[in-house]
């Protein structure tokens, strides 16, 4: 399935192209139902038709192109297999809609009409797809300042030390950081505006949505809910959150005993975590719980101090029947957590929509982040995906990057973009292969320049 796009064309009869689409635009009968929600994107086409065939108004200058993949379902072994596709060509706009919406036929005289594109991607039999659902914007894929021109632009908007005349280190810091902004990639956003019927992305071993970040919402198989209340720098600032004690064990104990749901702590050691579960449980007091803490032969002290300096990250599970679970994760002892339908799990989920090792959840400490990755690692050190996935549920109004091997799912159908032929920083790139290899060579160049700028 093809499709070609065009903008509004220029006319002969002096009318500019915007008052030419608008008018034909304002016949159509879903502008007069919608017309907040097509103008909000302003992202549709007009095609003018001379009776069957089409008029050619003017020659794309450009021959890179999006194809959108789309499947009403994935198939029996829960893989992507394309149904349909679109070739969305690269126009001054950098950006195109998928909904339910079909396209309009108008008549503009004798027998010339105009098609009007209110989406590039048609999927009128989805059901839980909004007539406008998704915003693609694809003006990162065009080409961009060199990393070096692009900070050249920042230092001369920012001072230098007049006796040293040398940039400071906070401005150094400044410039490096900036260039992650450049990511050459597609952005999705979800504009429906429905409520109950989340818009997902499919989570990878390695993808830019695998940070996490507070409020992440991520579906774990079919149903259970993995939620992301909070990421505390310092396992301290937790229990600082729920106690206002200054010594540091009255703090933990008054927080442990003021929690409204139980906590179940990993990544500390056995011991001071089975300490804490005996004080949520109230099943024993204050004093029982510092000489506990107290006892040299166990230094549970001493441990439980190392680890109130660590990274830590406060989660939820969901599923619809069962109670909400917590689990904290401490990156103390271990930097990296499974989560699954196994017992030894330190998420463990009571559902058969998991698989017995579905998910990893991973502390970064070069970058102070926490990801989470769809499967875990075998015996044999071999990679092995989840049968059902992990799924981010996307945020309304907000843009997300994608990567080519990322599926987007609206209901049941599942949407997957592929840059073809795109030139980026002078380099042509021809298929997904090629842009990963791009982008992985750009981050190594952005690592290797923030090190090198900083050590100045």
Request: with cysteine; net charge negative.
């Given at each position: 399935?093809?499709?070609?796009?065009?903008?509004?064309?220029?006319e002969?009869?002096?009318?500019?192209?915007?008052q030419?689409?608008?008018?034909?635009?304002?016949?159509?009968?879903?502008?007069?139902?919608?017309?907040?929600?097509?103008?909000?994107v302003?992202?549709?086409?007009?095609?003018?038709?001379?009776?069957?065939?089409?008029?050619?108004?003017?020659?794309?200058?450009?021959?890179?192109?999006?194809r959108?993949?789309v499947?009403?379902?994935?198939?029996?072994?829960?893989?992507?297999?394309?149904?349909?596709?679109y070739?969305?060509?690269?126009?001054?706009?950098?950006?195109?809609?998928?909904?339910?919406?079909?396209?309009?036929?108008?008549?503009?005289?004798?027998?010339?009409?105009?098609?009007?594109?209110?989406?590039?991607?048609?999927?009128?039999?989805?059901?839980?797809?909004?007539p406008?659902?998704?915003?693609?914007?694809?003006?990162?894929?065009?080409?961009?300042?060199?990393?070096?021109?692009?900070?050249?632009?920042?230092?001369?908007?920012?001072?230098?030390?007049?006796?040293?005349?040398?940039?400071?280190f906070k401005?150094?810091?400044?410039?490096?950081?900036?260039?992650?902004?450049?990511?050459?990639?597609?952005?999705?956003q979800?504009?429906?505006?429905?409520?109950?019927?989340?818009?997902c992305?499919?989570?990878?071993?390695?993808?830019?949505n695998?940070?996490?970040?507070?409020?992440?919402?991520?579906?774990?198989?079919?149903?259970?809910?993995l939620?992301?209340?909070?990421?505390?720098?310092?396992?301290?600032?937790?229990?600082?959150?729920?106690?206002?004690?200054?010594?540091?064990?009255?703090?933990?104990?008054?927080?442990?005993?003021?929690?409204?749901?139980?906590?179940q702590?990993?990544?500390?050691?056995?011991?001071?975590?089975?300490?804490?579960?005996?004080?949520?449980?109230?099943?024993?007091?204050?004093?029982?719980?510092l000489?506990?803490?107290?006892?040299?032969?166990?230094?549970?002290?001493?441990?439980?101090?190392?680890?109130?300096?660590?990274?830590?990250?406060?989660?939820?599970?969901?599923?619809?029947?069962?109670?909400?679970?917590?689990?904290?994760?401490?990156?103390?002892q271990?930097?990296?957590?499974?989560?699954?339908?196994?017992?030894?799990?330190?998420?463990a989920?009571?559902?058969?929509?998991?698989?017995?090792?579905?998910?990893?959840?991973?502390?970064?400490?070069?970058?102070n982040?926490?990801?989470?990755?769809?499967?875990?690692?075998?015996?044999?050190?071999?990679?092995?995906?989840?049968?059902?996935?992990?799924?981010?549920?996307?945020?309304?109004?907000?843009?997300?990057?994608?990567?080519?091997?990322?599926?987007?799912?609206?209901?049941?159908?599942?949407?997957?973009?592929?840059?073809?032929?795109?030139?980026m920083?002078?380099?042509?790139?021809?298929?997904?292969?090629?842009?990963?290899?791009?982008?992985?060579?750009?981050?190594?160049?952005?690592?290797?320049?923030?090190?090198?700028?900083?050590?100045?």
């Amino acid at each position: 399935m093809m499709l070609q796009q065009s903008n509004h064309p220029k006319e002969s009869d002096g009318e500019t192209p915007f008052q030419k689409g608008e008018q034909i635009l304002k016949k159509t009968k879903a502008f007069q139902q919608r017309a907040n929600e097509i103008l909000s994107v302003n992202a549709y086409k007009i095609q003018f038709v001379k009776g069957k065939e089409q008029i050619p108004k003017f020659v794309n200058p450009f021959n890179q192109t999006i194809r959108v993949q789309v499947s009403s379902s994935l198939n029996k072994a829960q893989q992507f297999s394309p149904q349909s596709y679109y070739d969305i060509e690269q126009w001054g706009q950098n950006r195109f809609t998928i909904g339910q919406l079909e396209k309009e036929f108008v008549n503009v005289y004798d027998d010339v009409s105009a098609v009007v594109y209110f989406n590039s991607v048609e999927c009128p039999n989805e059901e839980m797809m909004s007539p406008i659902h998704l915003l693609v914007d694809y003006s990162n894929l065009s080409q961009i300042n060199s990393l070096q021109e692009h900070c050249n632009q920042l230092i001369h908007q920012m001072q230098f030390n007049p006796k040293t005349n040398m940039l400071s280190f906070k401005t150094k810091e400044l410039i490096a950081k900036s260039t992650y902004q450049n990511k050459q990639k597609i952005k999705v956003q979800d504009v429906s505006q429905m409520r109950g019927y989340a818009t997902c992305i499919e989570i990878t071993q390695t993808c830019e949505n695998q940070i996490l970040e507070d409020g992440n919402i991520f579906k774990v198989g079919l149903q259970p809910l993995l939620t992301v209340r909070k990421i505390y720098h310092k396992f301290q600032n937790f229990f600082e959150r729920y106690s206002s004690k200054n010594n540091i064990d009255d703090m933990i104990f008054e927080a442990l005993q003021s929690l409204q749901s139980k906590v179940q702590f990993s990544g500390i050691d056995e011991s001071v975590s089975e300490l804490f579960m005996h004080v949520q449980d109230r099943s024993i007091n204050k004093a029982e719980y510092l000489q506990r803490l107290e006892d040299e032969n166990l230094m549970m002290q001493s441990k439980l101090y190392t680890a109130l300096e660590k990274n830590c990250i406060l989660l939820q599970t969901q599923r619809d029947e069962n109670p909400i679970e917590h689990f904290l994760l401490v990156a103390d002892q271990k930097n990296t957590f499974l989560f699954g339908r196994m017992d030894f799990s330190d998420i463990a989920f009571q559902s058969t929509q998991v698989s017995r090792n579905h998910g990893t959840i991973q502390f970064m400490p070069a970058t102070n982040k926490w990801i989470i990755m769809d499967g875990q690692k075998s015996f044999e050190q071999k990679w092995k995906n989840s049968t059902f996935g992990v799924w981010l549920q996307m945020n309304p109004k907000t843009f997300y990057y994608i990567d080519p091997e990322q599926i987007i799912k609206v209901g049941s159908t599942c949407i997957n973009m592929i840059p073809n032929n795109v030139k980026m920083n002078d380099q042509d790139v021809d298929n997904s292969i090629q842009l990963k290899e791009f982008n992985n060579l750009r981050v190594k160049e952005i690592e290797d320049f923030t090190k090198t700028l900083l050590d100045l």
